[in-house]
């Protein structure tokens, strides 16, 4: 099985070609150790964050943007963005503030990305 990925873990933006027979890799195009790991995690673990909006509580003019701490499984997207347009935050947040812990059982936060004081 061939992959071609692009490592967005730097600038440089490599083109990887990933090679998998059984359980090894072989990796081509990286100019740097990370883009093995990259390309490792991105066939075998695939993660993706988000970043959306949702309206504070009580109003719809007013929104509050977030996004979660980390990466997560890609099938988990759709179902926390389900999560999220339950929110309804107050309509004062600051920015890193938790407004859904532990997502989902991911371990991972969803919170504020700016503060919004009113
Ligand atoms: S492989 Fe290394 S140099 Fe290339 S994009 Fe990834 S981190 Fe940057």
């Not at 195009?29 to 150790?33: L, R």
């Given at each position: 099985m061939d992959d071609r990925l692009t490592c967005i873990l730097c600038p440089i933006g490599c083109e990887l070609e990933v090679s998998r027979v059984g359980d090894k890799f072989e990796v081509k195009?990286?100019?740097?150790?990370k883009g093995l790991a990259f390309a490792a995690d991105e066939v075998l673990h695939p993660k993706r964050n988000l970043a959306t909006s949702v309206p504070a509580s009580g109003t719809t003019a007013r929104m509050i943007s977030v996004r979660l701490t980390g990466g997560v499984p890609r099938e988990m997207i759709f179902p926390i963005l389900a999560e999220i347009a339950k929110l309804r935050p107050a309509l004062s947040v600051r920015r890193g503030q938790v407004l859904i812990a532990n997502v989902l059982g991911t371990g991972v936060d969803v919170i504020a990305t700016r503060t919004l004081l009113f």
């Open positions: 195009g990286n100019e740097c150790d």
